[in-house]
C-alpha cells in the first residue's frame, strides 16, 4: 500500500543521511573516518550524577511511573539554578517543567500552540527542530536573520507587517547552533518589547548556556523585566554535563506555555524514568567543578582546530560558545556547496562535517564542524585537511570527472 502522509510529504529528504551513509560504507570497508558531524559529547557523564543514578534506581519504588511535568525536586533544582545563574525567580510549579531533552519540549510545545496555516518565525539557518517542529505541526515557517543586531529588528518588523495571519511565535537560539553567535541582554529586551506589543511568544532555546569562551556568561531571556509574559526559555543537560544520552531537559518561564506543554505532555508521556531525574537533580544541585572542566576541554579543542586550520590555509572564525565551529567553505570549493563538499571532505581527507544546509538553504555556505574529539584526534584531522586542501585542484579534477561517469 503506498503511503502519501501529510506530515511526511512536508519534511524534506534528510539533508544529514547522504554523509551518514557515506560514513558508514567508509567504516564498514575499515577505513579511519574522523568524525565532526554530530554534537555527541564524547567524554563520560561525571562520577557523582551516575553514582546517584544507581544509587536511586536501587529503591524498588523508583521503578513505577514518573510524573510528567517532572519530579518536585528536579523542577525546584531548575529554579534554584536560574536564581543563582541569571538572578531570576521561578515558581517550581507553574514556571517549569522538565521535558525529555529540549528537543521533545520544543516539539511539543510546537504541536500544542500551533493552528494549521499558522506563521511562525524562525532564524536561518537554525537546528533543524526550530523550523520542523511548527511544519510537522502544520504551522508555515517565515524566516528571518540569525545575526542578533539592527537588522534582525527591522526584519521582524517587515515580517510582522507582511505576515497574514499574524505570527504566533519568534524562536530564538544564542548562543547558537550551527552558527555559535551570541546575544546581548540589550537586543533580548528590544525583542522582548516588540513581542510584547505584537501578542507574539518567543521561545528561546538556551542549551550551550554554559559552553562559552572568553566571554561573560551568556544571558537569558527570562533576565529582561517583563519576559515571562511572553517567553518560554529551554535548557538541556546535555552539553553541560555530558548527559545527551540520558535525554533531560527544561523549559521555564511563561505560565500559559508552560500549561500548554504540560497538558500535551500528559497525553504522550509519563517522564524521564525517576532515577535519571533524580540523578538530574543531583547535576543541578551538586558540585559545578565538572562543569567548568567540560567547558575548559572544549575550549582547548577549538583552539586545536582553530589554530590548525588557518595554518593550514583554512580561514575559521574562532567560536565564542558551543561545542561547534561555523566554518565557511574555502573560496575553491564554495562553488560545490555544502554537501558536496562535506562528501568530498569524508571521501578524500577521511573527516565528517555537517553540511550547512542541512539547517536552512541559507547555511548553505559553510559546514558546521564539531568539538567532539580529543586533541589527537582533532591534530590528525587538520593534517588530513591540509593535505586535502593543498591538493585541491586535483581533488576538484577527479571530482568533476566522477560526476561526468554518474551523469
Not at 521555564?252 to 537533580?281: E, H, M
Request: net charge neutral; with cysteine.
Amino acid at each position: 500500500m503506498e503511503s502519501d502522509f501529510y506530515r511526511l510529504k512536508r519534511l524534506p529528504p534528510y539533508v544529514f543521511a547522504e554523509v551518514n551513509a557515506m560514513k558508514a560504507r567508509a567504516r564498514a570497508a575499515a577505513e579511519d573516518i574522523i568524525d565532526l558531524g554530530m554534537g555527541n559529547p564524547d567524554q563520560p557523564t561525571p562520577r557523582h550524577i551516575v553514582d546517584k543514578l544507581v544509587e536511586a534506581a536501587r529503591n524498588p519504588r523508583a521503578h513505577r511511573y514518573s510524573m510528567s511535568r517532572g519530579i518536585p525536586g528536579l523542577r525546584k533544582a531548575l529554579a534554584g539554578y536560574y536564581q543563582r545563574r541569571f538572578n531570576v525567580d521561578l515558581d517550581p510549579e507553574s514556571e517549569c517543567i522538565v521535558t525529555l531533552g529540549s528537543k521533545e519540549g520544543l516539539a511539543n510545545l510546537a504541536s500544542a500552540i500551533t493552528s494549521p496555516g499558522d506563521i511562525l518565525l524562525v532564524p536561518n539557518p537554525s537546528y533543524p527542530i526550530h523550523p520542523y517542529g511548527f511544519i510537522i505541526a502544520g504551522g508555515s515557517v517565515r524566516h528571518v536573520p540569525v545575526l542578533p543586531d539592527a537588522d534582525f529588528l527591522i526584519a521582524l518588523e517587515r515580517a510582522v507587517k507582511h505576515s497574514v495571519p499574524k505570527p504566533v511565535a519568534l524562536v530564538l537560539n544564542y548562543p547558537s547552533n550551527p552558527t555559535a553567535l551570541i546575544a546581548t541582554l540589550d537586543f533580548y529586551a528590544q525583542v522582548v518589547d516588540f513581542c510584547r506589543f505584537h501578542g507574539i511568544y518567543i521561545l528561546s532555546d538556551l542549551a550551550y548556556a554554559e559552553i562559552y569562551f572568553d566571554i561573560d556568561p551568556p544571558p537569558s531571556i527570562l533576565q529582561v523585566p517583563g519576559a515571562k509574559d511572553v517567553a518560554i526559555e529551554f535548557t538541556s543537560m546535555s552539553k553541560t554535563y555530558n548527559m545527551p544520552g540520558w535525554r533531560i531537559g527544561f523549559a521555564a518561564g511563561n505560565k500559559t506555555l508552560i500549561q500548554a506543554l504540560a497538558r500535551i505532555k500528559s497525553y504522550l508521556d509519563y517522564g524521564a524514568f525517576t532515577p535519571v531525574q533524580v540523578a538530574a537533580s543531583a547535576a543541578l544541585n551538586g558540585p559545578q567543578d565538572c562543569v567548568e572542566e567540560i567547558r575548559h576541554l572544549y575550549k582547548d579543542r577549538r583552539d586545536v582546530l582553530i589554530e590548525g586550520l588557518a595554518a593550514a590555509g583554512w580561514s575559521v572564525p574562532s567560536p565564542p560558545a558551543t561545542m561547534f565551529a561555523w566554518a565557511p567553505i574555502p573560496p575553491a570549493f564554495a562553488h560545490l556547496g555544502s554537501l558536496e563538499f562535506s562528501k568530498l571532505l569524508l571521501d578524500e581527507a577521511k573527516v565528517a562535517v555537517a553540511p550547512g544546509i542541512g539547517f536552512g538553504e541559507h547555511g548553505d555556505g559553510h559546514v558546521r564542524i564539531a568539538l567532539v574529539e580529543n586533541r589527537h584526534r582533532t591534530r590528525q584531522a587538520v593534517r588530513n585537511i591540509k593535505q586535502f586542501l593543498g591538493s585541491y585542484d586535483k581533488v576538484l579534477e577527479n571530482a568533476e570527472k566522477q560526476k561526468a561517469v554518474g551523469a
